[in-house]
C-alpha cells in the first residue's frame, strides 16, 4: 500500500504537507492533478508535462476502456508505458456521459488494473448535487458504499494492492447528515484503503454549502490517510480546499480554459481575446517561470492567434498547468514555514482586491481561524466572486 507521511501542520487551519509514495515515486501534497481524459493533456506531450514539475496526473478510465481498450493497455504495460509519462497516475471513472453502458465494480477495477494507475477509485454511485430528490442521494450513497466493498473484495484477489492502491469515494450529495453516515461506514473499510476522496460536488451547488460539505468530511476523515476532492480547479477552490484539509484536487478548469484563451494569474484570470491585450507586449505574467511567459511569447501575440492556431492554446496550457503547480508549491511552502495564513492572505488580496472577497471564501476560511476581513477595507461580495479580465 502506498506510504502517506505528513510532514507539517498549519497550526491555524487544518492544511497540512504530506508524501505520498506510490509505485512510479513520491508525490508532495497537497497537489493539483492535471486532467490527461485520453491519456494525454491535450496539446502537451508527456514529456512536456514532465518538465514543468507535474508528478501526478489524472486518466479517465471510462474513456481508455473505449480507446484504446484494455487489450492494447496490458500489451503496452500499462498506461504510464502506452502514453509515456513516467510518474504518477490516478484513474478514475466519469459518469456524465450519454452513451450507455454496463460497468460493475469488479470490471472497473479490472479496467484500473489494466491501466496500470498508482492510485485507482472504486466505482460510485453519483447523482447531480443539486438533485432535490433526498431518496435518490440517500440510495446513491448507499451503493456507493456497497460497491466499495465489491472493489476491495476484487482489488484483494489481484495480488496488485502494493502497487496500485484504492480510494473509496465519499458521497451523499448536499446532505450533511447522508455525508456523515457515509464517512463513518468509509472508515469502518480504512484498512482496505489508501486514500479517501470527497466526489459528487462541483455541479453547480452555491459555493457557501460546497465548502461547507468538504469541511464536514475532513472533519471525520482519517488523518492517516491522504484526502482528494474531486473535480476542483478553481484557484480560490483550491487555497480553501486546502485550509479546510483536502490533500489533492483535479480538473479540467486550467487546460480547457486555456483553449478558450484564459490565462490563469495571481491577479485573476485574463481573457486575451480581449482587445485591451492586442497592443500589450508583455509576457502573461512576468513573475511566472513557465515557458510561455520567460521566451517572448507577448499577450499581444497571443491575442492575434488565440483560438486560431493550436501553438496558442499550447502555450497557454503550459502556463496554467504552471500557475496551478505554483499555487499549491507556494502553499506547501508556507505550510512547511509556519506562513500559510499570510499566503492565504497575499493570495486573495491580490486576486480580489479589485473585486471584493467572495463571501463564501470568508466564511469558509473564518471557520479554521483566518479572518480575510481583519485589518483589510476590500469590500465582500455574495456569491462565488469569479472574476474575467
Not at 496490458?74 to 509515456?84: D, I, L, M, R, T
Not at 510518474?87 to 478514475?92: D, E, G, P, V, W
Request: aromatic share 8%.
Amino acid at each position: 500500500m502506498a506510504k502517506f507521511e505528513i510532514l507539517a501542520r498549519c497550526s491555524t487551519t487544518r492544511a497540512r504537507v504530506s508524501r505520498l509514495t506510490l509505485a512510479h515515486g513520491a508525490t508532495m501534497l497537497p497537489t493539483f492533478m492535471p486532467v490527461a481524459t485520453q491519456g494525454a493533456i491535450k496539446g502537451l506531450t508527456s514529456q512536456q508535462v514532465e518538465s514543468l514539475g507535474i508528478t501526478l496526473i489524472l486518466n479517465n478510465t471510462y474513456h481508455l476502456n473505449l480507446r484504446p481498450g484494455t487489450a492494447v493497455l496490458v500489451e503496452a504495460g500499462g498506461a504510464h508505458k502506452f502514453q509515456g509519462f513516467r510518474k504518477r497516475a490516478l484513474s478514475f471513472e466519469s459518469p456524465f456521459t450519454g452513451e450507455p453502458t454496463m460497468l460493475t465494480p469488479e470490471e472497473s477495477i479490472s479496467i484500473q488494473h489494466a491501466i496500470g494507475a498508482d492510485i485507482i477509485m472504486q466505482l460510485d454511485d453519483v447523482v447531480p448535487s443539486l438533485t432535490p430528490d433526498r431518496a435518490r442521494v440517500e440510495e446513491a450513497m448507499e451503493r456507493s458504499v456497497r460497491w466499495l466493498d465489491r472493489c476491495i473484495a476484487h482489488h484483494n484477489q489481484s495480488g496488485k494492492q502494493d502497487t496500485q492502491n484504492l480510494f473509496a469515494i465519499v458521497q451523499g450529495g448536499l446532505d450533511l447528515e447522508l455525508r456523515d453516515r457515509c464517512v463513518t461506514q468509509m472508515i469502518e473499510r480504512k484498512d482496505q484503503v489508501a486514500g479517501f476522496a470527497v466526489g459528487g460536488l462541483s455541479g453547480g451547488e452555491e459555493k457557501d454549502v460546497f465548502w461547507r460539505v468538504i469541511d464536514r468530511c475532513t472533519q471525520k476523515l482519517p488523518e492517516d490517510r491522504p484526502r482528494y476532492s474531486m473535480g476542483i480547479g478553481f484557484a480560490e477552490d483550491l487555497l480553501v480546499c486546502v485550509a479546510l484539509g483536502i490533500d489533492m484536487a483535479d480538473c479540467v478548469f486550467p487546460t480547457r480554459t486555456a483553449r478558450f484563451g484564459i490565462a490563469l494569474t495571481h491577479h485573476g484570470p485574463l481573457n486575451l481575446r480581449l482587445a485591451k491585450y492586442a497592443k500589450d507586449f508583455g509576457p502573461i505574467d512576468p513573475k511566472c517561470p513557465c515557458p510561455t511567459c520567460t521566451e517572448g511569447t507577448s499577450r499581444a501575440m497571443l491575442n492575434h492567434i488565440i483560438t486560431k492556431e493550436t501553438t496558442a492554446a499550447q502555450a497557454v496550457t503550459i502556463h496554467n498547468i504552471t500557475f496551478q503547480a505554483q499555487l499549491m508549491g507556494g502553499a506547501r511552502d508556507a505550510i512547511m514555514n509556519g506562513t500559510f495564513p499570510s499566503y492565504l492572505r497575499s493570495f486573495f488580496a491580490n486576486y480580489f482586491g479589485d473585486v471584493g472577497y467572495p463571501e463564501w471564501c470568508i466564511n469558509a476560511l473564518r471557520s479554521v481561524g483566518i479572518d480575510l476581513l481583519e485589518g483589510s477595507d476590500i469590500k465582500v461580495v455574495p456569491g462565488s466572486g469569479a472574476k474575467w479580465e
